[in-house]
């Protein structure tokens, strides 16, 4: 069995099983598609110390540390159940859709995220030329330009406001005949003159020129009429969805289905732990996977030599 037994190889499964190894004890990382979100990812220019880099490099980087250390590393297994121990100091079992199942003392639970898209012509051609879904990713590239927010919700307003400060212009495009922000954040946003609201209103195509985004059109839920915003960037904020399908009946999840952690990033299950996008952890980011990810890893090291 497995001393510390990692699930998922984005940033914070890779930072957690380097963590378990360099204590010397038998560690283990099994992930569907090892790099997770970093792969989809063009530019980096946020991850500190590195001025600028492209995803596939850093998973690149990332694997490799990986394999300085003796880590069973399995790519390509998704989990399917975690069964978590029956008694105190016993083993936990995680089950995978191969068949195959593994054992082990602890287990990092770190399956990240993925983000809710429009499924509108136009989205998938012009991800990555326009079609972005992280403002603190890449909204200092839209600096000067005009811009349009897909959700009113918490995440789409706090975009907005966040937006409002870089680019030249934000419209905010939200589904319903009212934003479901806070009340304060509406305040703020209202407050702001380079950013127009735009309520019923359904997105229905991201247009643009063959290489990059030119506007979109939505369509006024209202007069069923079809209109057209020019601009050169669309940040989607409908939703971050937790890969945690896999653990509702085993882990205690919050009501977004994000895995309850501790500032120890443990879970409700002694000897489970969680890190990363897939935890209540507050900012998706991957300086922050990895940091969650050390931490976790430390936390399990502590629950082993005092059980
Ligand atoms: P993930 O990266 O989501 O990794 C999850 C891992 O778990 C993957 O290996 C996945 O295959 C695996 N997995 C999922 N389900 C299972 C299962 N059932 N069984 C086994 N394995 C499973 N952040 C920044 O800091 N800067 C940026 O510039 C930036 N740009 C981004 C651009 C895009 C397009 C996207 C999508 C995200 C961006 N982010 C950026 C966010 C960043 O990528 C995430 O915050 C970070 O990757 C989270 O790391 P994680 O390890 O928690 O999860």
Known sequence: AFDVLVIGGGPAGAAASIYSARKGIRTGIAAQRFGGQVLDTMSIENFISVTETEGPKLVRAMEE??????????NLQTASRLVPATEQGGLHTVEFESGASLKAKTVILSTGARWRE???????????????YCPHCDG???KGKDVAVIGGGNSGVEAAIDLAGLVKHVTLLEFADTLRADEVLQKKLKSLPNVTVIKSAMTTEVVGDGSKVTGLIYQDRNTEESHTVNLDGIFVQIGLLPNTEWLKDSVALSKHGEIEIDARCATNIPGVFAAGDVTTVPYKQIVIAMGEGSKASLSAFDHIIRS
């Open 65 to 74: 540390h990986v394999r300085e250390y003796d880590i069973d590393v399995m």
């Open 118 to 132: 429009m499924n509108v012509p136009g989205e998938q051609e012009y991800r990555t030329r326009g079609v972005a």
């Open 140 to 142: 200092p590239l839209y």
